[in-house]
């Protein structure tokens, strides 16, 4: 595990350097901080709708009076915070970039002063909670890690009732465009395939405790403790 974490950590800075620089265009997808162009909203309405799924499907799961504990992992500029802070709940937020953690802070001015939600800026394997969630969110964040594995072992010992995760699927033009432009940008990007997928969670013994759902672009998993 200690060599798998060392490569993350190396990687890690290039995704927080990207994701520095792009926090105010990626945080307007969401309606935030820029007004989007004609070309921005066609290609959010044609080609992002994986965004929107994901999005309800964490709001969807998250309704559970049972879930009162949030870990955001790779928070961005807290849009999901912002929305489960509003449904009531606790949530930490973790990021790697500092950009996308300020538009966060802004989003959730009155939250933070009612201490309902955290912020840290760390990768999230560098970071030991001393606390245990009900749920962690980990939604567009395996897009840009090399070996889940290490991420897995971490996440069942920090969340007690269930994990929310989005991998993007391998294939399609769209996905070898996204990889060109990610790479033109110094930024790692890893896809997935269900068998990939299949493999990595028996390999973490989650096999019988998953849920595979097939939305658009991306798969969305919901791991059930």
């Given at each position: 595990?200690?060599?798998?974490?060392?490569?993350s950590?190396?990687?890690?800075k290039?995704?927080?350097?990207?994701?520095h620089?792009?926090?105010?265009?990626f945080?307007?997808?969401?309606?935030?901080t820029?007004?989007?162009?004609?070309?921005?909203?066609?290609?959010?309405?044609?080609?992002?709708?994986s965004m929107?799924?994901?999005?309800?499907?964490?709001m969807?799961?998250t309704?559970?009076?049972?879930?009162?504990?949030?870990?955001?992992?790779?928070?961005?500029?807290?849009?999901?915070?912002?929305a489960?802070?509003?449904?009531?709940?606790?949530?930490?937020?973790?990021?790697?970039a500092?950009?996308?953690?300020?538009?966060?802070?802004?989003?959730?001015?009155?939250?933070?002063?009612?201490?309902?939600?955290?912020?840290?800026?760390?990768?999230?394997?560098?970071?030991?909670?001393?606390?245990?969630?009900?749920?962690?969110?980990?939604?567009?964040f395996?897009d840009?890690?090399?070996?889940?594995?290490?991420?897995f072992?971490?996440?069942?010992?920090?969340?007690?009732k269930?994990?929310?995760?989005?991998?993007?699927?391998?294939?399609?033009?769209?996905g070898?465009?996204?990889?060109?432009?990610?790479?033109?940008?110094?930024?790692?990007?890893?896809?997935?395939?269900?068998?990939?997928?299949?493999?990595?969670?028996?390999?973490?013994?989650?096999?019988?405790?998953?849920?595979?759902?097939?939305?658009?672009?991306?798969?969305?998993?919901?791991?059930v403790f």
């Amino acid at each position: 595990m200690n060599n798998n974490k060392t490569y993350s950590v190396s990687e890690t800075k290039d995704v927080e350097t990207f994701f520095h620089g792009y926090a105010a265009d990626f945080d307007s997808i969401y309606g935030h901080t820029k007004k989007r162009s004609v070309w921005d909203k066609f290609l959010d309405k044609y080609f992002r709708r994986s965004m929107r799924l994901r999005y309800d499907l964490v709001m969807k799961f998250t309704a559970d009076k049972k879930i009162q504990t949030i870990l955001d992992v790779g928070c961005g500029g807290g849009v999901y915070c912002e929305a489960l802070l509003s449904a009531g709940k606790t949530v930490t937020g973790l990021d790697i970039a500092d950009g996308m953690l300020k538009l966060a802070k802004q989003k959730t001015k009155k939250f933070i002063e009612q201490g309902k939600v955290k912020y840290i800026h760390s990768g999230y394997l560098e970071y030991d909670f001393k606390e245990k969630f009900d749920t962690a969110a980990l939604v567009g964040f395996f897009d840009y890690i090399k070996e889940p594995l290490d991420v897995f072992i971490k996440l069942e010992k920090e969340t007690s009732k269930e994990l929310l995760m989005s991998f993007p699927k391998s294939g399609g033009f769209l996905g070898w465009q996204r990889k060109v432009r990610y790479k033109m940008r110094n930024c790692p990007l890893y896809y997935y395939s269900k068998s990939d997928l299949e493999l990595l969670f028996a390999k973490v013994g989650w096999q019988n405790k998953v849920e595979i759902i097939n939305i658009d672009r991306d798969f969305f998993v919901r791991v059930v403790f």
